[in-house]
């Protein structure tokens, strides 16, 4: 019988992985928007998992623009590029196109009316880290580690997840 080697509750072991992850209990308390993003993402994953496609939009950009982190949105592109997939083949991408730009717009526009009400002038807080990261000569501030150092670093951060991933 074939059934006893499988998990019969997904949900359950993808839990019991998320509480081992020292990363993802840091993330879950932390008021940062890498700790926002991360909460939001996988809302979105499950979203994506119910094939909820605008719902997952609606998650996706709006952690990605309110919180000023869009490096996570690197994150979601497999995800993004399989529903695009799907409604190609439903003949509902241009509708779908649409409302992704309206969703972003409309986040967009929400985000910066109230920058310019707490700080006085118009900004985007993801134009701002994408200024700061990659003009200003800033860059030299991520990667100049050793190797060792970010091997250390997945292994405190996702400790048997990341054995896992070499081993797959």
């Not at 008021?31 to 609606?58: D, K, N, Q, Y």
């Not at 919180?67 to 996570?72: D, I, N, S, Y």
């Not at 409604?87 to 929400?110: H, M």
């Not at 900004?123 to 150092?149: C, H, K, Q």
């Amino acid at each position: 019988d074939t059934t006893k080697n499988t998990v019969s509750n997904p949900s359950l072991l993808t839990a019991a992985l998320l509480i081992s992850c020292t990363g993802m209990n840091h993330a879950a308390a932390a008021l940062l928007p890498s700790g926002t993003w991360i909460g939001a993402w996988c809302a979105a994953a499950a979203a994506f998992l119910f094939a909820e496609h605008r719902a997952f939009v609606i998650l996706c950009v709006a952690a990605t623009l309110t919180t000023g982190w869009p490096f996570g949105a690197v994150c979601v592109i497999p995800m993004a590029f399989h529903i695009l997939w799907k409604e190609y083949t439903n003949g509902t991408l241009l509708r779908f196109s649409l409302f992704i730009a309206a969703t972003t717009l409309g986040v967009q526009v929400y985000v910066m009316v109230i920058d310019r009400y707490h700080y006085g002038t118009w900004t985007s807080p993801t134009l701002n880290i994408f200024i700061y990261n990659a003009g200003n000569s800033n860059d030299d501030l991520y990667g100049v580690e050793p190797v060792s150092f970010y091997v250390k670093n997945l292994l405190l951060n996702l400790n048997l997840m990341a054995l896992l991933g070499v081993v797959a």
